[in-house]
């Protein structure tokens, strides 16, 4: 607080009574930090949104009950069935594209003009896409924690603090590599390769951290090293499990018990559980909450934005050129300056043609499902649906996505 001063902190949902839920234990946490700093709870954009300078966001359009669908469908017809990866990231993208354009309309509409929105809604990659498409002068800039929290098993891999390591990477977001990876200006890239390759990124002595240690991204975590093993120019985000080993992460998925029950019966039933607790008066420990790097990411980017910090991150950016042989108009993740007047993108240069080919067919994915859900075209997500990597044809693709369309009913737009 004594880096970032903070006059205010508002909270604002559209899921009153999960909020007023969630609200008292925050409100706590605040008043640990802060006598003064004043915190109001709303269900009212205007309220929310009201000469602020910085809006946190994170939707999850149809909550666990719909990422529960996004994986239990796919699973069904034997195809990968993630959250943010196949065809369940591209319901989801169905399902947020539109409700994040309203977002940022109401943001415009009545916070600072100055005012930047750091984005974690995912499916990222495809918020991205369609952000910047239909808002394309909106201050918004999409992160993701994840390759953040590789670096921080990285760093306990190589016993240092993940905040001395510089690293190089291209990709789409949920879909790239880790090219250098720098301790202290040291290249430990090889170093981390042979360690990957046989362990995956799971560090010998590793430190719980409360969002990612379940057994499944223990799993996800050990996974990279089936990777790091066969192709050695890069290391993988782990989310490249789910489009080289999808044959692999089906057979261990259980189709009637995937990561949203996990969820639902683990983490967040924990958090509701400690509210309950608080509430009737016991004492909790809410430190035990604070796991992860995703709260420490998004602080970070902000005060780069907020003071031209000029810090290294990896964002979200137009490619623009930054990798050579990538469409100008992809959105990729790559490290980017974060000044006061957004990011500034470092060159990466041209891609070798494995990763090339790999990225193309992906961001074409992505970029058919945005046209689908802009025209409300069936053709378009079933093009997607089918160009998908996990996705084994056509026949497949549609069984899949018409199963979809039922039970998204109140969620996607029509398509016709
Ligand atoms: C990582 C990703 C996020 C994703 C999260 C899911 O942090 O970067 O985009 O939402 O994992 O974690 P969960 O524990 O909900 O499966
Ligand atoms: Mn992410």
């Given at each position: 607080?004594?880096?970032?001063p903070?006059?205010?902190?508002r ?9 007023n ?33 910085f ?16 994986e239990k ?45 750091v ?17 394309p002068?909106?201050r918004i ?13 990285m ?5 240092c ?10 990709g789409?977001n949920?879909f ?5 990876v ?17 362990h ?17 991204w ?21 989310y ?18 995937t990561r ?8 967040e ?25 995703h ?17 290294r ?62 025209e ?5 997500a ?7 990597k ?6 497949v693709a ?18 016709h």
């Amino acid at each position: 607080l004594a880096d970032f001063p903070l006059a205010e902190i508002r909270l604002y949902d559209i899921d009153e009574a999960r909020q007023n839920t969630i609200a008292p234990v925050v409100e706590k946490v605040i008043r640990d930090h802060s006598q003064s700093i004043k915190f109001t709870v709303t269900t009212c954009p205007e309220t929310a949104f009201s000469g602020a300078h910085f809006v946190f966001a994170q939707m999850r359009v149809g909550q666990y009950k719909m990422r529960e669908q996004d994986e239990k469908i796919p699973l069904r017809h034997g195809v990968v069935g993630q959250e943010t990866c196949g065809p369940g990231g591209l319901a989801y993208g169905l399902r947020t594209i539109l409700p994040m354009a309203e977002l940022i309309d109401l943001v415009e509409r009545y916070a600072d003009p100055k005012a930047w929105i750091v984005n974690y809604s995912n499916p990222a990659a495809i918020v991205a896409k369609a952000t910047f498409r239909l808002r394309p002068k909106a201050r918004i800039l999409n992160i993701c924690d994840m390759p953040v929290a590789i670096e921080r098993n990285m760093a306990e891999i190589l016993e240092c603090d993940r905040h001395d390591l510089e690293v190089d990477y291209f990709g789409l977001n949920h879909f790239g590599w880790f090219t250098k990876v720098r301790l202290n200006g040291e290249d430990v890239t090889e170093k981390l390769k042979s360690y990957v390759a046989e362990h995956g990124y799971m560090p010998q002595n590793a430190k719980s951290d409360v969002l990612h240690s379940d057994p499944s991204w223990l799993h996800t975590y050990a996974n990279a090293k089936n990777i790091c093993s066969a192709f050695h120019d890069y290391l993988p985000n782990t989310y490249m499990q789910y489009y080289l080993l999808g044959d692999e992460v089906v057979k261990s998925s259980d189709p009637n018990h995937t990561r949203a029950n996990e969820v639902m019966e683990g983490r967040e039933k924990r958090i509701f559980d400690a509210v309950a607790d608080y509430r009737a008066g016991k004492d909790v420990d809410l430190t035990k909450f604070f796991g992860g790097v995703h709260g420490e990411f998004i602080v970070d980017v902000a005060m780069s934005l907020a003071f031209d910090l000029r810090k290294r991150y990896l964002v979200m950016v137009e490619n623009n050129g930054a990798v050579e042989n990538l469409p100008s108009d992809a959105m990729v993740e790559i490290p980017a300056y974060i000044t006061d007047r957004g990011p500034e993108p470092v060159r990466v240069g041209e891609i070798p043609t494995f990763y090339k080919g790999l990225i193309e067919q992906q961001e074409a994915v992505e970029k058919l499902i945005v046209d689908a859900a802009v025209e409300h075209s069936y053709e378009k997500a079933l093009m997607a649906f089918t160009l998908s990597k996990t996705v084994p044809s056509l026949l497949v693709a549609k069984k899949i996505l018409d199963d979809m369309i039922v039970a998204n009913k109140a969620y996607w737009p029509e398509l016709h």
